[in-house]
Every structure is written in structure tokens, then in C-alpha cells.
């Protein structure tokens, strides 16, 4: 736990004992109630401020939750799990060039030097994989942190930055993730792949025309791909709803 150079007294060891018990059960109030007694006491606790935004955010209380994570991040700028978990809140308020400045500040990947590009190569595919392993267990914060790490050392890994997109999308990051395809498009402007992701996380926003858009160039450009045409066949499916806001 970031923080804290004094001892717990006993009242505060227990409210933040019962405090986390009833986060990790899900019990919303009890859980409130401890921890922001805690936090009253002791505001320098960076992991309690985190699970009180996590409780805010799911008691609906947004604008509380984006104090509550940021000042976790204001006491650990490391801390990816609030990051993540602010970048989100902020999409949820439609806020979406507040929650690129957020990811935007995390702290640079600690790289000790200068290394060969066949050594920096073997880094970034480690730390790749690691990005994998997270995603697979759903643990979607570490998994950016590490494919950002990847792409830190080698930013032209396109398939990393594909891989960022998904687990972004898939942790309800989707501006960020649109903004990492739009920008492998710009400069791969032939990479069809990125463009069937593309079309599936605006497809997610309820922006369906700019799916249909951009599944239709991939069928231009690869008319063989079963995978597009399941996509449309889906989407002439459904009921026309209201396009998302932009």
C-alpha cells in the first residue's frame, strides 16, 4: 500500500480490514462506509482511494470516482489499475480527451540504456508476450502496461499495437483503441486487418454506418474474407439504432 509512515491504531487497521473485505464481496455500502471512515483518518493510502473510486463508479457516482482515482494516482503515478480504471470512468462522461490525456501520463517504461536493435527486438517480444498472459486472465491494465512497454522499444511491432487495440476495446477503452487503429491505418494504409477491428469498436459504440464503411473496404480489397461478410450479415440483422454521438 502506497503511502504511510505511521502506524495503524487499531480502530483504522479494522475499518480498513472490514473496508476490503466488503469490496472484495461487492458489498457496495458497508464497504463505503469503512473505507471512507479510513481515508478521513488517513488520506495518504493510495490503494484505498483506488477501491473507493472503484465503489463511486459503481454506486453511479462518477464525478466522485474521478476524484477518488485521482488522487490514487496523485499519490502513485505508477498505479496502473487507477489509471486504467479513471481513463474508463472518464469515457463514461463522455470525456474522451480527458481520458487520453490520463493514459497519456502514465510513466515512461524504465529502460536501463541503450541496447542493440536485435536485443531491443527480444525485449519488446517479452514484453509482448507478458501483454498476452495478462489479457488472457483479464488483468487489462497490466496487459496495456506491458504492450505499451513493447511498443516503447519498438514502435513498428504492428501487431502489438493491433493486440494494445483490442485489449483497449475489450477493457471499455474504445476512443483509445480507435485512436491506435486509426493510427496504424494512416501509416499501413492497406492493412486490412486493422480495419475489420476498427469496424467492430465503432461497431461497439452503436456508430454503425462507419463499421458498415469500413467493412465494406475490406470486402474491396479482400472479397474472400468470411469473417466481414458474418459482420454485415450481423448488422443487416439487427434493428437500425440511433447512431452514437461523436
Not at 464481496?25 to 462506509?33: D, K, N, T
Not at 488522487?71 to 479513471?86: D, F, H, M, S, V
Not at 489479457?135 to 512497454?149: C, M, N, P, Q, S
Not at 492493412?191 to 475490406?218: F, I, K, N, P
Amino acid at each position: 500500500m502506497a503511502g504511510g509512515t505511521t502506524p495503524l491504531r487499531g480502530s483504522e487497521r479494522a475499518s480498513l480490514r472490514l473496508g476490503k473485505r466488503f469490496y472484495e464481496r461487492g458489498m457496495l455500502e458497508p464497504a463505503v462506509e469503512h473505507l471512507e471512515r479510513v481515508v478521513r483518518l488517513r488520506p495518504e493510502f493510495a490503494d484505498v482511494h483506488y477501491m473507493l473510486g472503484m465503489l463511486y463508479e459503481r454506486r453511479g457516482e462518477l464525478d466522485a470516482a474521478v476524484a477518488s482515482l485521482s488522487e490514487a494516482l496523485r499519490i502513485n503515478p505508477g498505479y496502473a489499475e487507477a489509471r486504467l480504471a479513471l481513463t474508463a470512468v472518464y469515457e463514461q462522461l463522455g470525456d474522451y480527451v480527458q481520458s487520453e490525456i490520463v493514459a497519456g501520463a502514465a510513466p515512461p517504461a524504465d529502460v536501463a540504456g541503450p541496447v542493440d536493435a536485435t536485443t531491443d527486438a527480444k525485449l519488446a517480444n517479452l514484453q509482448a508476450a507478458l501483454g498476452d498472459a495478462y489479457r488472457e486472465v483479464g488483468e487489462y491494465a497490466d496487459a496495456i502496461e506491458a504492450y505499451r512497454k513493447a511498443l516503447a522499444r519498438r514502435p513498428d511491432f504492428l501487431d502489438v499495437r493491433y493486440r494494445l487495440a483490442t485489449v483497449l476495446r475489450e477493457a471499455g477503452l474504445a476512443s483509445q483503441a480507435i485512436r491506435e487503429l486509426e493510427s496504424s491505418l494512416r501509416r499501413h494504409p492497406d492493412w486490412t486487418q486493422a480495419r475489420v477491428q476498427l469496424g467492430l469498436t465503432y461497431y461497439s459504440l452503436g456508430q454503425w454506418s462507419r463499421a458498415r464503411t469500413l467493412w465494406e473496404q475490406c470486402l474491396e480489397d479482400e472479397p474472400d474474407r468470411p469473417d466481414v461478410r458474418m459482420y454485415l450479415r450481423l448488422q443487416d440483422g439487427d434493428p437500425p439504432p440511433e447512431e452514437a454521438e461523436e
